[in-house]
Each structure stands twice: as structure tokens, then as C-alpha cells.
């Protein structure tokens, strides 16, 4: 994707017209004491601005000047409210912490709409406003409103990738490529030459990155593209014994989840392989791309890896302090590890003639 050009600043404005960086801030304040410039030279600040695609943060101007100190938090699923086996609620707690701790007051947004008719742009207007800035997240979002949050520059970060076409956002994100990858290495390192990969279908931006460290871990193992199966899943429905079956005939030996924000696909898996008469880990090894909360429906220690989903929280409320209290209009990314838990569902493949 490429990079969005640096947003102009009233230093830019100043250097463009060749007057002074205080005469462009008095233009653009708005205020009675912007009178005190002379017409044309307002105008001609107002003119620049509007050509170099100037906006004023005034968010950000209300925090440098302490008549603030709000922060939002918006989700684009209704998370509120959430227990303590919510996906979400790690998150919840860690942007909670880290606001209390730096001396804000958190305001939550509940979206007056429902589903997938959630909007932060209802009827035209930014609603997170009342807010210095927001700390966002959610996998079922609108990407032009996003977009609109990029250009009239409100101060936000996404918890979670998020790609937008032509703008560059800010985001706290999992580093789902090199855990992924490392899930891989040590199946090979096992054994597993032939694996399945239950793909969520949608293309977001964590499913890609996990494919992503999927092929690079095979390609290090020297596994061909050919020993993967990949089967998108949108419907837990369509994990069926018959595709346990299908992967044991073809000779696979570990299969790869891809979690939702539950474990529905990962009940369902284990369902389906009972009901095969596979056996996990003896029969077939599986491991969990992520870590939904598990239910009472599932008693396994599954294999997996751990997002740290309240320190994710913690940093994109440290990400968006950084932006309020800067002008350097350049957005803050950064990436977050896991952490690997052994489990108890991979073993190594089974010989040739002993599985079920």
C-alpha cells in the first residue's frame, strides 16, 4: 500500500506564503484574534490551507491547553456489556488502566444502530468528537468511515491492522505473521510434513498475516505449497467428520484453526473429529492460530498462542497520547508478540499404519 503524504502543517502554510508561523496561527484559530492580520494575508492562509490540505486538530488543541482530557473508546460489534470470557474484554480492561493512569476520563460509545449497520458518521456527524481522540476496534468495521476520520484529521487508534486504501492509519497490532510462522516451524520440527489449515473467508487483514506466516514457516521447513490443504471456513457448519476423512486420506497430520472471537470453530472441530473416530493428538495434531475464550463446551489444553490483548489495550491509549500531544501529522504503528502455550493437542504424526 503506499504511504499517505505527510499531512500539512502551519509551518508548511508559513514556508508556502513566506510569513511567519504565529501570522498562520492566528488565521487559522479562527478566533477574534485572527483580525489582527490584514485581510489579504487571511485570505491567502485560508487559500494555502485549503491547497495544501490543512486541518486543525482541534482535538488535539484542546488537550495541549488542558480544557479536556477525555478519551473514547468505540467498537464496531456490541462488546458492552462483556464478561470475563469475552474476546474483547482484555482490551477493555487494559485501555481502562492505561487512560486511569495517565490522569484521563474513559467514554465509552454504544452505537445507537445495530449489527452490521453500525456507524461512527451517523447522519453525516462525527459523534466521537466529544472525545480528545478514540481508541477503537472491531472486525466487522466500516472502512470508509475510517477513511473520513483520516481526513478531517480526528486523533484515533485501532486496536488490530487495519488497512485503508490510500490513507495510513494508526494501530496496535499482533504480530500474527511471526507467531504463525513459529507454529509451523515446531509441527515440522515434530514431524508434520502435510497440514490443513482451517482459513477463516472474509480476507481481513489478521487472516492474511496468519496465511502469511503459514507459507513463510513451510517454505523454511522446505513443505511445498502442495502439502497445505487450505479450506475456508465461514460457517462452523461446514467442519463435518467427512473433511477429517478427506485430510487422513490425503495423508495430513496437523490441522491449523483459525479462531473467530470464540470457539466455535474450535468446538466444532473437536465435535467433528469424535465423531470420525480421529483421535487429537494421537490421529491428528491441532493447533489454535490465536486464543479465543474457551467455553465449558471444550475441556482440552489446546495448543495455541496468546495474544496480549490488555497490553494491546495499555499501548494504543500510550499511541494516542503521542499523537494528541504531537503535529507531526505522522501515524504510530506497532506490533506486539505472543506468547506460546505447549498444550496438549500435538504429538508427533503417527506411523504409517497406526492411526485409527
Known amino acids: 500500500m503506499a504511504a499517505q503524504r505527510r499531512r500539512a502543517t502551519q509551518k508548511d502554510i508559513a514556508r508556502h506564503l513566506g510569513v511567519s508561523q504565529a501570522t498562520v496561527s492566528l488565521v487559522v484559530s479562527g478566533g477574534p484574534a485572527s483580525d489582527q492580520v490584514a485581510a489579504d494575508t487571511r485570505r491567502a492562509v485560508l487559500?494555502?490551507?485549503?491547497e495544501l490540505g490543512y486541518t486543525v486538530n482541534a482535538a488535539a488543541r484542546s488537550l495541549k491547553g488542558g480544557r479536556n482530557r477525555l478519551l473514547g473508546l468505540y467498537t464496531f460489534e456490541p462488546v458492552f456489556?462483556?464478561?470475563?470470557?469475552d474476546f474483547y474484554f482484555p482490551f477493555l480492561l487494559g485501555v481502562e488502566e492505561a487512560t486511569a493512569q495517565h490522569g484521563y476520563d474513559l467514554l465509552l460509545f454504544s452505537s445507537a444502530t445495530e449489527g452490521d449497520l453500525r456507524r461512527i458518521y451517523a447522519g453525516g456527524v462525527n459523534r466521537l468528537k466529544v472525545a480528545d481522540g478514540c481508541?477503537?476496534?472491531?472486525?466487522?468495521?466500516?472502512?470508509?468511515?475510517?477513511a473520513e476520520l483520516v481526513d478531517e484529521d480526528f486523533p484515533f487508534v485501532f486496536i488490530g491492522r487495519r488497512e485503508?486504501?490510500?490513507?495510513?492509519?494508526?494501530?496496535?497490532?499482533?504480530?500474527y505473521v511471526g507467531a504463525t510462522r513459529d507454529t509451523v516451524s515446531a509441527l515440522a520440527e515434530r514431524g508434520h510434513r502435510r497440514l490443513?489449515?482451517?482459513k477463516l473467508t472474509g480476507d481481513q487483514e489478521p487472516t492474511r498475516d496468519r496465511e502469511m506466516g503459514l507459507r513463510q514457516g513451510t517454505r523454511d521447513a522446505g513443505i511445498h505449497d502442495d502439502d497445505v490443504v487450505v479450506h475456508p471456513i465461514d460457517d462452523a457448519a461446514a467442519i463435518t467428520p467427512a473433511l477429517f476423512d478427506e485430510w487422513l486420506a490425503a495423508g495430513v497430520t496437523a490441522v491449523l484453526i483459525e479462531p473467530s472471537e470464540d470457539d466455535t470453530a474450535v468446538v466444532a472441530v473437536e465435535q467433528a473429529a469424535a465423531a470420525a473416530g480421529v483421535r487429537i493428538p494421537e490421529d491428528c495434531s491441532a493447533v489454535l492460530l490465536g486464543d479465543p475464550p474457551l467455553s465449558e463446551a471444550t475441556e482440552r489444553n489446546w495448543?495455541?498462542?496468546?495474544?496480549?490483548r490488555a497490553q494491546m489495550g495499555?499501548?494504543?491509549v500510550r499511541l494516542l497520547l503521542e499523537l494528541l500531544e504531537t503535529d507531526d501529522g505522522r501515524p504510530r504503528q506497532m506490533f506486539v508478540g505472543c506468547t506460546p502455550v505447549e498444550g496438549d493437542t500435538v504429538a508427533a504424526p503417527p506411523r504409517k499404519g497406526t492411526s485409527r
Open 314 to 316: 495499555r499501548e494504543a
Open 47 to 50: 487559500e494555502a490551507a485549503a
Open 135 to 146: 481508541v477503537l476496534l472491531g472486525r466487522h468495521l466500516h472502512r470508509d468511515d475510517l
Open 303 to 308: 495448543t495455541r498462542y496468546t495474544l496480549p
Open 164 to 175: 485503508v486504501p490510500g490513507r495510513e492509519l494508526s494501530y496496535v497490532a499482533v504480530d
Open 81 to 85: 456489556p462483556v464478561d470475563q470470557r
Open 196 to 198: 490443513a489449515y482451517l
